[in-house]
């Protein structure tokens, strides 16, 4: 579903990714654990390209990302058609992103009426499904400030759903919540990854890493330093670094 090739990133003159690759299988849930400022949020920003890569190529169910290819060449495809490729992609924010004056209902039905101009009668009746899969069904018709943070969360989960998307990208999807909200939006996640919904999951929630993860990828200082099954990389990490980090968090 997912192949990073070769992907480098500078801001500035500070290289953030340096030559990552990644592949993830369709249906599969891909965590990727890493400190601080060590390029995680990034690299699931150029999967989307909602960050331009530097050098490297991604391709999503065999499409590349941003660009089309002439010869050796790549040119940059116009905002129209990568918004059209953004579809296929979902992406679930730290800090909700929703739209404040919308409900939750017309959070989760935005984008399928505006994107994909289908009539808005029939969009909120999928809406309506998808906060039901959330639990949310019942807070249909109230404003994010009327919401809890893991409710917030999980209308912002819908609304990535609403699309019917290849892949769902989640960028610490719990690190704003308060630490007893952050079950109800893991609960969620499991379900998608129990439905074969293909995942490429920042966090550092390792509990929710060992159980849902069919790969662990570790990524430091803009490099792959380690990848494989949750009990190979958190059990028995290989790399220095690896095990440095996991006995900060998991202590």
């Known amino acids: 579903m997912v192949q990073v090739r070769g992907v480098h990133k500078l801001f500035g003159t500070h290289e953030v990714l340096r030559g990552v690759d990644l592949t993830v299988a369709a249906g599969s849930v891909t965590v990727i654990l890493g400190p601080s400022g060590s390029g995680k949020s990034t690299l699931l920003r150029s999967i989307n390209h909602l960050e331009k890569v530097d050098r490297g190529t991604v391709r999503v169910d065999g499409d590349l990302i941003g660009y089309r290819q002439a010869g050796t060449k790549l040119h940059e495809l116009s905002e129209r058609h990568i918004l059209k490729q953004r579809a296929n992609i979902g992406f679930v924010f730290q800090n909700f992103n929703l739209f404040p004056h919308l409900t939750a209902l017309e959070n989760v039905a935005e984008a399928p009426v505006s994107a994909l101009r289908r009539p808005r009668a029939q969009v909120q009746a999928l809406a309506l499904e998808l906060l039901e899969r959330v639990g949310l069904a019942d807070k249909a018709g109230a404003y994010p400030r009327q919401l809890s943070g893991g409710q917030q969360q999980r209308v912002a989960i819908a609304r990535a759903l609403a699309l019917r998307p290849k892949l769902v990208l989640f960028d610490e999807p719990t690190s704003a919540l308060d630490p007893e909200l952050v079950g109800e939006v893991l609960d969620v996640m499991r379900g998608l990854a129990r439905s074969g919904t293909t995942m490429i999951v920042v966090t550092h929630e390792i509990g929710f890493a060992r159980e849902v993860a069919d790969t662990i990828v570790f990524l ?32």
């Open 220 to 251: 430091d200082s803009g490099r792959v330093v380690e990848q494989g099954p949750p009990a190979q990389v958190l059990d028995h990490p290989e790399h220095d670094r690896t095990r440095a980090f996991l006995s900060k968090v998991l202590s």
